[in-house]
């Protein structure tokens, strides 16, 4: 379990519209992590942490306990570093890059992949 705080419109994003998902948010920014290590090689737009986005001391922080597990962690913890930006902030960016993975309907593509996989 780790501990991280990412800003409210990152939570906003992933709990929906409404915020009837906000229960989820956790274990959907822990898929985010997932998601957004699984892509490294992907050459999608949009994977790196860009440089514009707010500073990670910003107002209307969320704290959100994760369950992820520790291999996991550490690797995102290095690539954290390897951009040159705080977990949080990273965490952060592949919580927006999964909410717009599911607009994009890229989800669907990935659960059609799996779903061929499992022949």
Do not use: K
């Amino acid at each position: 379990m780790v501990s991280v705080e990412v800003g409210e419109f990152a939570v906003e994003a992933l709990a929906g519209e409404g915020g009837q998902g906000v229960g989820h948010v956790p274990a959907r920014v822990s898929r985010a992590v997932r998601i957004y290590l699984a892509d490294r090689d992907s050459e999608r737009p949009g994977w790196r942490y860009p440089g514009f986005l707010g500073h990670p001391d910003a107002p209307a922080r969320a704290r959100l306990e994760l369950e992820v597990d520790d291999a996991l962690w550490a690797e995102f913890e290095a690539e954290a570093c390897r951009q040159g930006v705080s977990v949080e902030q990273l965490t952060e960016h592949a919580a927006l890059y999964l909410a717009a993975a599911v607009n994009a309907g890229r989800i669907t593509e990935r659960i059609l992949d799996g779903l061929e996989g499992e022949d």
